[in-house]
């Protein structure tokens, strides 16, 4: 079946160090989706990104959808605690059902 | 505005019992998701319900059920509850499939 796919599982940096999560789909995808989950939260909706190759900025995170519309990456330049969380790509699933698949998110913790 | 909110916050079941779970999304979004997340993975689709239609359904055992009202609330009921049901149950709605979802702070069931 429909796969979503994000490595690594963990990321431990320093304060201050970039981190980049990455997502792969096993099939085009018409979107991408990136939320962000802080530890005992639910997930809070980053940004969708709809065309081959787009960037798209948000302060200090960057997102990319790849050409192919089978890869996404996010990333982070000079992380602070605040960005602690778990982040999660996810794309819609085949037919119109309004499902969404996740991938399994990538825990970022940053020391201080 | 107030945010999609759902009820209750946890809950302790026992084994075969039922649960309902409930959800209110944003005004004026017509659409709800229901979402199964279980710690350390990403949140599973379970259904969605849009114009008091199913629109999608997950995985999921047929013990799982739902229903939207004509105020676009929903309901997530949960029969014969097995151990591996405890998880975080999680509502996201949204104005249409082009947008990102709003998640609910979710209701953590724990069947023992």
């Known amino acids: 079946g429909q796969q979503v796919m994000q490595i690594p599982q963990y990321q431990h940096v320093q304060e201050g160090e970039d981190f980049t999560t990455y997502c792969n789909s096993s099939?085009?995808?018409?979107?991408i989706q990136w939320y962000k989950q802080r530890p005992g939260g639910h997930p809070v909706f980053l940004i969708q990104?709809?065309?081959?190759?787009e960037v798209k900025k948000q302060k200090r995170l960057t997102f990319q959808f790849g050409e192919a519309k089978k890869n996404s990456s996010l990333h982070i330049t000079a992380t602070q605690t605040t960005d602690v969380g778990t982040y999660f790509c996810a794309g819609p699933g085949s037919g119109n059902t309004g499902k969404l698949i996740f991938g399994q998110g990538t825990t970022l913790q940053v020391k201080p | 505005d107030a945010g999609v909110t759902q009820s209750p916050t946890h809950l302790i079941k026992t084994r075969g019992q039922q649960v309902t779970l409930r959800c209110s999304p944003i005004?004026?979004?017509?659409?709800v998701s229901w979402y199964q997340q279980v710690l350390g993975q990403g949140p599973q689709f379970i259904f969605q319900?849009?114009?008091?239609?199913?629109?999608g359904r997950g995985n999921f055992p047929d013990r799982f059920s739902a229903r939207q009202f004509p105020n676009y609330s929903s309901e997530l009921n949960v029969n014969a509850l097995l151990l591996g049901d405890s998880a975080l149950y999680l509502c996201?709605?949204?104005?249409?499939?082009?947008?990102?979802?709003?998640f609910g702070s979710g209701t953590r069931l724990t069947v023992v």
């Open positions: 099939t085009t995808l018409s979107n």
């Open positions: 319900y849009y114009e008091k239609e199913e629109r």
């Open positions: 996201a709605s949204s104005r249409d499939k082009n947008y990102g979802y709003t």
């Open positions: 005004s004026g979004h017509k659409s």
């Open positions: 990104l709809v065309k081959s190759g």
